[in-house]
């Protein structure tokens, strides 16, 4: 593969000969299986539920029947649980190539350990509403651990009504 510069007799150590091919790139975006799609919420979308269709496979990211638009202005907000922890090492987001697409976004979470993620799109270029095709995240997956939650409850001072006690009548002899 020939990249504009020579390396002078030695192996290429460059980031351009060791990039993913396109067909292989795909499946480092493959978070979209780990999102709570039940619980994944869109705030400010026009179609009820629109949100979470552009949470799809690599595959049918250029697919364009499935799509949000926001609603009343220019800003989308997306609320993503995951079904375990995520170490978040990319986004990439598709909108139309008009005035629609995005322009800004803001990303709520730290990104090592990350089990729920908000997006917000707060601006595009210039339209009343915002357009967004694919969403795709890229990063590792590991299954959440969880405690089990134990109830305890515990008596500050002792109430004697709570504990029944069996009265025990202690016997004297008296020997004369």
């Not at 009820?48 to 250029?62: A, D, H, L, N, Y």
């Not at 729920?116 to 357009?131: V, Y």
């Not at 590792?140 to 006690?165: G, M, Q």
Request: proline share 4%.
């Amino acid at each position: 593969m020939s990249h504009g510069h020579s390396h002078g007799g030695g192996g290429c150590q460059c980031a351009a000969e060791r990039e993913e091919p396109p067909e292989q790139r795909g499946l480092a975006y493959g978070l979209y299986l780990r999102i709570d799609l039940e619980r994944l919420q869109c705030l400010n979308e026009s179609r009820e539920g629109s949100g979470r269709g552009v949470f799809k496979p690599w595959e049918e990211r250029t697919d364009r029947s499935k799509f949000v638009e926001s609603d009343a202005d220019e800003e989308l907000l997306f609320n993503i649980p995951f079904t375990g922890n995520v170490k978040l090492k990319g986004i990439i987001i598709m909108g139309d190539d008009d005035e629609s697409h995005p322009s800004e976004m803001r990303l709520i979470s730290r990104f090592s350990n990350v089990y729920h993620l908000s997006i917000h799109i707060s601006k595009n270029f210039g339209a009343d509403t915002t357009k967004v095709f694919y969403i795709g995240l890229r990063g590792e997956w590991t299954e959440l651990r969880r405690h089990e939650v134990t109830i305890c409850n515990y008596e500050a001072s002792a109430n004697p009504a709570d504990h029944k006690v069996h009265q025990v009548t202690p016997q004297t002899h008296f020997i004369s």
